[in-house]
């Protein structure tokens, strides 16, 4: 049987020229043969804007000790956090996109994601490691995908993502064994993982048939 190629998602667009993402280490990973789509991390402004930026504060990425919460949109804008908006305005449409929410998100980030991928959100899921903030999307729209995030597969976690209504889960790489995912494939769940940095890991986990990946560093290289 044929192994069907996973999905291959930048984590955090590509970051080893550009800063992490960032808007132009998004759309660089899409020039980057073979990258299915980009991996991105949500959090809002002050005044209710969702932006890019993985940590709580600035002071890793941006050498600035504000929480992103603290400073607006516009003051955002003025050290290069990107809008999300602006983020899926620029992307092709060939792009899959895993949004992954850092906090809890009302109609804002719904209006925004709407107006980038559609009422249905085409090619792009929602992901996130508290269920509190994946059942506050499900209540907004209930019919958007979504994939439970968490370091280990066990019962515990499918019992979660089940019950949450999530299409599938995004596993830390090392977590991930044969057993594991039949166990989620048998409960009807889709598998991604997280964060590849080997191609020859990359390589391993499309021939368990993991759907989606993850990846940066030589992991992104074709």
């Known amino acids: 049987m044929a192994v069907v190629p996973a999905l291959r998602l930048a984590h955090r667009g590509d ?16 020039d980057v043969p ?13 005044d209710g804007v969702p932006m890019l930026l993985h940590d709580e504060t600035l002071e890793r990425t941006h050498g600035r000790p504000e929480a992103i919460g603290a400073l607006t949109a516009a003051e955002l804008d003025g050290l290069g956090v990107p809008r999300l908006d602006a983020v899926l305005a620029a992307l092709p449409r060939r792009a899959f996109l895993d949004v992954e929410l850092k906090e809890s ?29 994946l059942a506050r999307i499900e ?17 515990a976690v499918i019992g979660r993502a089940v019950e949450g209504g999530c299409i599938g889960v995004s596993i830390e790489w090392s977590a991930l064994t044969p057993a594991n995912l039949r166990a989620a494939r048998g409960a009807g769940l889709q598998v991604a993982a997280w964060t590849v940095t080997k191609r020859s ?13 993850c990846v940066e560093g030589e992991a992104l290289t074709a």
Do not use: K
């Not at 391993?204 to 759907?211: P, T």
């Open 15 to 30: 970051h080893r020229v550009h800063l992490e993402d960032s808007l132009a280490a998004i759309l660089g990973a899409m």
């Open 34 to 46: 073979g990258c299915d789509g980009v991996e991105f991390d949500v959090r809002s402004s002050s």
């Open 105 to 133: 998100f009302g109609r804002p980030l719904i209006e925004v994601l709407a107006a980038g991928r559609g009422p249905e959100l085409r090619d792009a899921v929602i992901s996130a490691f508290d269920p509190a903030v």
């Open 139 to 155: 209540g907004l729209v209930p019919t958007w995908p979504r994939w439970l995030n968490a370091r280990t597969l066990n019962r």
């Open 201 to 213: 890991t990359y390589t391993r986990l499309v021939e368990l048939g993991v759907g989606a990946i």
